[in-house]
């Protein structure tokens, strides 16, 4: 009876791998297939491993200005060096931050190029950016946070991409987190 009741679909049927997946599947056919290989295709961010939100990285950025260094010349350069303008945190391999460098990309050749916009990976040395992405349009614009920065401020990163946009002061003027322009 249980062979007759599972053909005709009248038994509960086990939930697969595939049901699974559908939700994610038709996440491939729309203008934002990135978010099907999102941990939560849901979200504007992509939660970095094991870490929580950005709260206390926030704090921290608000209330001094943060050392960095230029991936194509090594040398150190303090965020108030680089005011006005805006940073955009990112990891080299997730899709939420190569959307974003992207997007800044349209941004900047259709000519809108204020305040100056830097890209700060949060993993990685300068060294290991400087030998994957020497080739890349954005490479001029291409930071890390300095060591001792990165062992602080860069532990208490959770996700990413986010962009600080400092003033003329060397102030935070604006933290804005997750990436621009998506449904979320």
């Known amino acids: 009876m249980s062979f007759w009741r599972k053909l005709l679909g009248l038994e509960p049927k086990e939930p697969s791998v595939s049901d699974f997946l559908a939700g994610r599947e038709a996440l491939l056919s729309t203008s934002e297939h990135f978010r099907a290989f999102a941990p939560d295709p849901n979200s504007n961010y992509w939660p970095l491993a094991g870490r929580g939100d950005n709260n206390a990285a926030y ?19 303090d965020t108030s060096q680089l005011a006005p303008c805006t940073l955009l945190f990112v990891t080299e391999w997730d899709t939420y931050s190569a959307t974003e460098i992207g997007k800044t990309k349209r941004t900047l050749d259709s000519g809108n190029t204020e305040p100056p916009i830097y890209f700060v990976y949060l993993e990685g040395t300068s060294q290991d950016i400087r030998e994957r992405k020497s080739d890349s349009w954005y490479y001029s614009r291409a930071f890390v946070l300095r060591p001792q920065h990165m062992e602080g401020i860069g532990a208490t990163i959770g996700r990413v991409p986010f962009r600080i946009t400092y003033a003329s002061s060397g102030a935070v003027a604006s933290i804005e987190e997750g990436m621009t322009g998506g449904a979320a």
């Open 59 to 77: 704090g921290a950025i608000r209330n001094a200005p943060r050392q960095l260094e230029q991936v194509s010349t090594g040398s150190p350069m």
